[in-house]
C-alpha cells in the first residue's frame, strides 16, 4: 500500500523549471532512494513533498491526505518528518534541549522524556552527551542528533537527505544500519543520497533522477545492476 503518492510534480525557481512532472511513490514499510547528480532535483522533490517549497503542478498525497498546499507544520503532525541536508540542528541547544524540540507535537510530558531515553538508547553517544551544546559536536554525532531528534514525532515517514554527506566511511557504514533498524522497526523511509552504492544496497525500491525527471525506476538491486547506473553513479 502506498504512503506517499507523488504525482506529476512541477516545480520552479523564478522560470526554471526545477522538477518536470515527476511521479513516484513509497509503499509502507519500504525504503525507497531518489539518486541523481547535484542539480538532478532531488533536494527539491524533498522539500516539495515536506511542505518548504511551493509547487506549481501536480499533487502530493500521503496516508490518503492530500497534503499538496499544506503548511510543512501541518504536515509534522500527520506523521512526515524530514532530516535536512546539513542536518540543521540547534547549535545553540544542548543536545538533550535539541530532541525536546523533536517532540513538539507530542502533549504528554512523560511520554517525550521517555522517547529521549529510547534515542539514548539507539545512539549511546548522544546519551554522553546529554548537556553539551550541539554546536560543538562531532559532525558524526550532529548527524546522529539530526536524526534522533525527527524520530521524537514518531514518524510514519521519515526523509532523509544526504544523511552520510561529511561523514567518515566508518561513520557512513553506522548511518546506513541505523536507516535500515528505523525500517526494521516500521518507520518508512525516503532517502536522498549522493552515496548511490550504499544507498541502493539497503533501498527495497529506487528511482533515477536526471534534471527534474525520473528516468529509471527499478528495485535497489535491479538499479545496482543497470549499466547505466553503474557508468553514472556507481564508477563502473
Not at 507523488?6 to 523564478?14: A, E, H, M, P, R
Amino acid at each position: 500500500m502506498a504512503l506517499l503518492e507523488v504525482k506529476d510534480l512541477q516545480v520552479y525557481y523564478g522560470v526554471i523549471q526545477a522538477l518536470k512532472g515527476i511521479s513516484f511513490e513509497v509503499n509502507e514499510g519500504e525504503i525507497v532512494t531518489l539518486i541523481g547528480a547535484n542539480g538532478a532535483g532531488k533536494t527539491t522533490t524533498m522539500q516539495s513533498i515536506i511542505g518548504l517549497i511551493p509547487t506549481r503542478g501536480g499533487s502530493v498525497i500521503f496516508d490518503g491526505h492530500d497534503i499538496t498546499k499544506t503548511p510543512c507544520h501541518k504536515i509534522v503532525h500527520l506523521g512526515m518528518a524530514q532530516v535536512p541536508e546539513g542536518r540543521r540542528i540547534f547549535q545553540e541547544l544542548t543536545v538533550y534541549e535539541n530532541l525536546l524540540m523533536g517532540g513538539f507535537s507530542q502533549n504528554d510530558k512523560s511520554a517525550v522524556k521517555q522517547d529521549i531515553e529510547k534515542i539514548y538508547t539507539r545512539f549511546p553517544r548522544l546519551g554522553e552527551r546529554r548537556n553539551q551544546i550541539a554546536g560543538t559536536l562531532s559532525g558524526g554525532e550532529q548527524q546522529m542528533l539530526a536524526m534522533g531528534r525527527a524520530m521524537m514525532s514518531h514518524p510514519k515517514l521519515l526523509l532523509l537527505d544526504e544523511p552520510s554527506m561529511g561523514l567518515s566511511p566508518l561513520l557512513v557504514d553506522h548511518v546506513f544500519e541505523i536507516i535500515k533498524d528505523f525500517r526494521d522497526d516500521g518507520t518508512t523511509v525516503l532517502l536522498v543520497e549522493q552515496n548511490a552504492g550504499k544507498s541502493l544496497a539497503i533501498s527495497d525500491r529506487a528511482y533515477v533522477l536526471e534534471l527534474g525527471q525520473i528516468v529509471l525506476s527499478g528495485t535497489g538491486a535491479e538499479l545496482a545492476a543497470s549499466d547505466q547506473v553503474k557508468k553514472a553513479y556507481l564508477g563502473g
